[in-house]
């Protein structure tokens, strides 16, 4: 492939950055206020640190196993394809809960904040008229769909940088940082990490890169260190602009009430900032949805699942419809019967962390084997990071039943691969003798 269709590191950033940057931040700058006050936006870089070396591991895994097919490559370079069946199912798994979470924060936005009440007496009529609007959108070309997300990316980046341009006039200098309430920012690492989903996105474009897949690792540690950048400072800002007790009663939605506008300049700004975020919200949802459906047909198209034949079969559109209806079907009952925000963060972590995990152990074992041993040992301290978000999103589940939809789904995936694998071993040993 020529330089002329690959992808520059910058551009690489900009999309990791892009992918990262959303939804997470515009929810949860509210809730984190709400539990640690003028100390909420040291949340960003506490939590990110202790991502940090998960997100590390991921980055060398990209560099010690280049090429494509992101974590069923890593997993099955480095353990077996179980495993990697595993990571890649987990993953799947975590981001259609993903893309739940958002639908229910884009319908509590729209009933809260736009004051759409339907919405908030009948959320079935949302969450069918929202997998039905979404199923559609996704049999569109894939041409099409991305000049939305293009034009979106304009708009979700928009509050973001107002309210950090306005930090400058707003500045408070009396803001008093209760240090005491650090510890609190501990409860709040489901939601936080959330927002930093989606910088491993690089993983699976390591062969359009500029330079190869080795530039992976850089790519995403940049991207993390920018992202994690702009959400301390954005938060850093509604502070000053809002105060901590505004800011947990109002989100980040607010803030155009407390700049000291003429009511007419409040009003537009305030519709404009509204309709920026519900429109990030929604397609954050788009984004998400599109991932889902091509990693369900890859593995349709690869023959690793029940129902290959008809989940690989193209529109005219070059669109897999059957997918997008059985993506429309899992959103729908999540969206149905999980109701409760955080518990739909936390199987979407469990599920993404699984997957992370998995691709850890492929490095430490190749570490291990080529004997660099402070490799080893730096995954290790990924192991222990995925571990503790892996507790504090366990325990922001009620009881164990509410783990049924990712345990359930991941037997049901795995064993069903397992069968197709026999199937597959078994005719090339036939072959073999024939």
Known sequence: ????GKISFFAAVLMSVNI???????YAVGPLAQTAGTVSFFGWPLIGLLLFPVIWGIAKTAGLFPGEGGFYHYCSSGINPTAGFTAHWGYLIGFIASAASLATVL???LAQNAGINLIGEYPILFNLGAVIFYSLIQLLPLSKISKIQSIATLIKISPLFIVIGLT???FNPNLHFEMSRLSSLSLMIPTVIFGFWGFEACCSIGGYL????QKVPSVILIGFFATTALYLLFHFGLLHIMGAENLAAFGAVGFPKFLGLSPIWEAALQAGILGAILFCWANSILGMSLGNISNIYVLAKRGMIFGDRPLSKLNRNE???????VHGVFIFLLLTFITDLEILFSLSNLGILLAFFLTLLSAFNTYLKQQKILNALFIGVGFLSCAILGYYSWTKLPNIYYTLPLIGWMAIGIIQFKIRQRRVDKLVVLNKNS
Do not use: E, H, L, Q
């Open 20 to 26: 990262m940057v959303g939804a997470g931040i515009y």
């Open 1 to 4: 492939m020529k330089d002329s």
């Open 107 to 109: 319908r509590n936005g």
């Open 168 to 170: 400058v006039f707003y």
């Open 210 to 213: 500029k330079g190869g897949p």
């Open 319 to 325: 669109r897999p419809t059957m997918v997008v209806f």
